[in-house]
């Protein structure tokens, strides 16, 4: 059948409902079946004409969702995921805006942990033999070495 664009939704007034979507949907059917907003991004990244481009509008949002949804799966439930991402003083719940703020933190000092941990085994040189080039890319003919925490700390959980 013929894709039409993603549902027009915005989760951000409600994660639960969001955590419950990204697992079991039927916001988006095809051929009768409900996709899990968590597969939108593998039907509409190869769609062609107005699916796509509705696919373009949204993508940055569905990629917030997927970093809150994936955050929440590592809980046992969701008084443990609130317990975690409430205010400690009030108890209130943090706002989407403010879960996505302290996660957008906590990835970056996780990326600076693990790209010191990759320079820290290499002794200081990602260009080292050990490294087997793991480090490296080549631009305009010229072999340079990652330096962005977030990109070898990638390469280094692919090690």
Do not use: M
């Not at 933190?105 to 996780?110: C, I, L, Q």
């Amino acid at each position: 059948s013929k894709l039409q664009g993603p549902p027009l939704i915005h989760f951000s007034g409600d994660i639960e409902r969001l955590c419950r979507e990204w697992k079991e949907s039927n916001l988006l059917t095809v051929d009768g079946r409900g996709i899990p907003v968590k597969y939108w991004g593998e039907f509409f990244k190869k769609s062609k004409g107005r699916a796509h481009s509705v696919w373009d509008s949204i993508k940055v949002e569905w990629g917030n969702w997927k970093f809150i949804a994936e955050e929440w799966e590592r809980f046992s439930d969701a008084d443990a995921f609130w317990s975690e991402y409430s205010n400690p003083e009030t108890h209130n719940k943090l706002s989407y805006q403010q879960i996505l703020n302290r996660l957008v933190v906590h990835r970056a000092e996780k990326a600076a942990q693990d790209a010191a941990d990759a320079r820290e085994f290499f002794g200081g040189n990602l260009g080292c033999p050990d490294a087997d080039g793991a480090f490296q890319y080549s631009k305009r003919g010229r072999t340079h070495f990652l330096s962005k925490d977030d990109a070898v700390a990638k390469r280094w959980k692919e090690l």
